[in-house]
Every structure is written in C-alpha cells, then in structure tokens.
C-alpha cells in the first residue's frame, strides 16, 4: 500500500528515501515526489563514454515531477531517480537524479511492489542496471 511521507527542510534524496526503505524493510518500489528544492545535482548519462556528467544547481526550484524506483543491489535498497525541476524564469531542466536538498519540502508516495527487482553493474552499459525481477 502506499504511503505519503514529508522530506523536510535540508533533508536530502535519496538518503531519506533510502532510509525509509530500509526502516519499513521496502526492497522494491515506486517513488513519485513533489515539492520544491534549494539544491539539486543533476546528471545526463552519455551513452558514447559510458558515464555521467553532471551539474549542481544551488537555487530555488519547484518539483515538477520525480519518479523513480527501488531496487536492490548487494543487499542494500538502491534509489534510481529522474526529475524536471522549474526555474523562476518558468524554464525546466531536469535528469537523472543524483541528490536534492528540500526547501521548504518534499513530499514523497512510496508504493512497494509484489516483485523484488535486483541491479548489478553492468561492464557493458557502464552503469547500474536490473539484471533480475522475481
């Protein structure tokens, strides 16, 4: 069943999210959060190089949107996550999320699954990717 939880001022994702996965024993969801944030580091995965790059932005942002999983790898619940994030100039920008700082707040669904999906590193692709859904 889902539940909604509050990500207060200066929290950051994915600790929090991850936290709360392993607290309430979730080793595989869906996460979907709203909210505005003073700080987001951002990433593109460029496919050619097999890495990200990415791009802290220190302002003050409305969530768009953020959707995303958990999964688990070695054991430990991982947090895969997007987000578009909206400027004061009503401009979006948005990517791979790689840790947002709240401000004033978040508010974050957390909705477990029946299955149990498992990353591993893949050499190929460069990156974390699920390798296993039972």
Do not use: C, W
Request: no cysteine.
């Amino acid at each position: 069943m889902a539940k909604i939880y509050l990500v207060t001022a200066n929290k950051e994702v994915p600790k929090v999210i991850l936290d709360i996965a392993k607290s309430e024993q979730i080793q595989t969801a869906r996460v979907e959060m709203i909210g505005a944030v003073k700080e987001v580091e951002i990433a593109y995965y460029d496919h050619a190089k097999k890495k990200y790059e990415s791009k802290v932005l220190k302002e003050d942002m409305e969530v768009i949107s953020m959707l995303g999983n958990v999964s688990m790898m070695r054991g430990e619940p991982i947090l895969h996550i997007h987000g578009s994030f909206g400027r004061r100039d009503y401009s979006i920008v948005g990517g791979h999320v790689v840790k947002a700082v709240a401000e004033p707040f978040l508010e974050a669904v957390i909705t477990p699954t029946q299955n149990k999906a498992y990353r591993e590193y893949d050499e190929n692709l460069g990156l974390n990717a699920i390798k296993r859904i039972e």
